[in-house]
């Protein structure tokens, strides 16, 4: 069977291609708008299962993150019967749907439809880029981290507010290779923080952590980390625990924002406060 692809010339493989994405966009869709209905007439007891996610996870082997990705992209879409018939018939794709609906209002329909209808995703991400999202909560500062048990290898990931976030590069910036520090706007669709944390806990692979990503490097987690913002990066940790300004415990506990087997370090400053 692989032979019917291995076979193709370029031009038929560059044409199927993009009939496939096509046709994987339409089903995509209609999976996507089906389950939200599916959800809408609380079909998952008749099916055995308490909610809808949990009879995709367990009927279709996806992960929990997935699930509600898509149901929470579905009932949207609900709302909008536009968006979602321009999604059935392949006129954009899954990434420009969820980027639209993040800003998309019962006024600004048919403005946005028409705006995606003349440019690329990533034109569109840069001209939403700093745009308030409708109904959106502010900015939460957190830092989460997973341990794998058996390498010890660390992933962590977060989000932080405009002033924290310069805080936190100014703090990259001042070290002795402050020179060779770029820093570079992801392109890419950038996954809701909670539903990244809960897939990163379910998969665990540690993959990336095995491997030392080259330069600028691109990975499944958005833009990687060039081997310089990495070394400035340690270099504000080892400074900071050579200096510190406040004595403060470190201890080993567990989250319940993240899976039982993983620990994560957590910090009580002397003021009582603590962080994790």
């Known amino acids: 069977m692989l032979a019917i692809i291995t076979d193709r010339t370029d031009t038929d493989l560059t044409t199927d291609i993009s009939d496939s994405h096509t046709q994987l966009t339409c089903h995509k869709a209609r999976f996507i708008l089906s389950t939200a209905e599916f959800e809408r007439r609380e079909l998952a007891r008749r099916h055995g299962a308490p909610t809808t996610a949990t009879w995709l996870k367990r009927t279709f082997g996806l992960s929990r993150a997935t699930a509600y990705e898509y149901l929470g992209v579905g009932r949207k879409l609900q709302h909008f019967p536009q968006l979602a018939q321009a ?83 100014a703090a990259l910036k001042d070290s002795p ?37 080259m330069p600028g490097s691109r990975s499944r987690f958005k833009i990687g980390m060039p081997e310089t913002i990495s070394t400035s990066f340690m270099e504000l940790i080892n400074t900071v625990r050579g200096r510190p300004t406040k004595r403060a415990r470190v201890t080993e506990t567990s989250s319940r924002s993240l899976s039982p087997e993983a620990p994560v370090t957590s910090v009580a400053r002397q003021e009582g406060a603590s962080g994790t």
């Open 87 to 169: 999604f059935l018939d392949a006129e954009f794709s899954y990434s420009v749907v969820r980027l639209l609906l993040r800003h998309m209002t019962d006024e600004n329909v048919e403005e946005l439809i028409d705006l995606a209808r003349k440019h690329p995703l990533t034109e569109l991400l840069e001209l939403f880029a700093g745009q308030d999202q409708p109904n959106s909560k502010p900015t939460s500062n957190k830092i989460s981290m997973v341990v794998d048990p058996e390498s010890g290898d660390m992933r962590f990931w977060g989000r932080l507010d405009p002033e924290r976030g310069a805080e936190f590069i």
């Open 177 to 213: 290779l402050s020179e060779f520090i770029t820093f570079d706007a992801a392109e890419e669709d950038v996954p809701d923080d909670r539903a990244e944390a809960e897939e990163l806990n379910e998969e665990a692979d540690f993959e990336l952590a095995r491997e030392e990503p």
